[in-house]
T-cell receptor, first 118, second 116 residues
């Protein structure tokens, strides 16, 4: 177990709705990254939060947004849901990932939230 | 741009056979970091190993071994004496030197099936 938790585990929404996914990072970790994994594909980087600020973003539109709280937990918000947003959403926590990588730093993943958009 | 290619979509072997999962990467960075993760049916990505581009030693951990070849941009993963519990999807991933806060670039994964 990595100590990274996500909620909810499963979610069903309809097109056009909004959704919020939550992630609690491993104790002491100040960086949370979010990934989208479509069926049969590898995870794709959405964005990253380091000490409550977004400091990196992949190729995702602005309707994907997030927050990081003082306790380093995080939320992923997706507005105007589309059918293609159906995927497993993974969060990963790490320490100081947002800065130049230390020799040993690694991302530890949570169990994911499975989102189905109908 | 970074890219990770796992050409083997699915591999099926009988228990106790050795199996090698291939990973080829592309990057313009001179410093980079390579990872392998395992994803069982439950969905959680389990960290297996991290290799820094400036550490060219290969590594063995129990039944697992990794062969990092910088000259061919490959980072292959071998399971010796495979077991049914090794059945999962395995991902190779790459990350640049950081500072710009980039995430991991993953391959599409190799689905490994170990038959009893």
């Amino acid at each position: 177990e990595t100590g990274v938790t996500q909620s909810p585990t499963h979610l069903i929404k309809t097109r056009g709705q909004q959704v919020t996914l939550r992630c609690s990072s491993q104790s002491g970790h100040n960086t949370v990254s979010w990934y989208q994994q479509a069926l049969g594909q590898g995870p794709q980087f959405i964005f990253q939060y380091y000490r409550e600020e977004e400091n990196g973003r992949g190729n995702f539109p602005p309707r994907f947004s997030g927050l990081q709280f003082p306790n380093y937990s995080s939320e992923l918000n997706v507005n105007a849901l589309e059918l293609d947003d159906s995927a497993l959403y993974l969060c990963a926590s790490s320490l100081e990932w947002g800065k130049a990588l230390s020799r040993q730093e690694t991302q530890y993943f949570g169990p994911g939230t499975r989102l189905l958009v109908l | 741009a970074q890219k990770v290619t796992q050409a083997q979509t699915e591999i099926s072997v009988v228990e106790k056979e050795d199996v090698t999962l291939d990973c080829v990467y592309e990057t313009r960075d001179t410093t980079y970091y390579l990872f392998w993760y395992k994803q069982p049916p439950s969905g959680e990505l389990v960290f297996l190993i991290r290799r820094n581009s400036f550490d060219e030693q290969n590594e063995i951990s129990g039944r697992y071994s990794w062969n990092f070849q910088k000259s061919t941009s490959s980072f292959n993963f071998t399971i010796t004496a495979s077991q049914v519990v090794d059945s999962a999807v395995y991902f190779c991933a790459l990350r640049g030197p950081g500072g710009g806060a980039d995430g991991l670039t993953f391959g599409k994964g190799t689905h490994l099936i170990i038959q009893p």
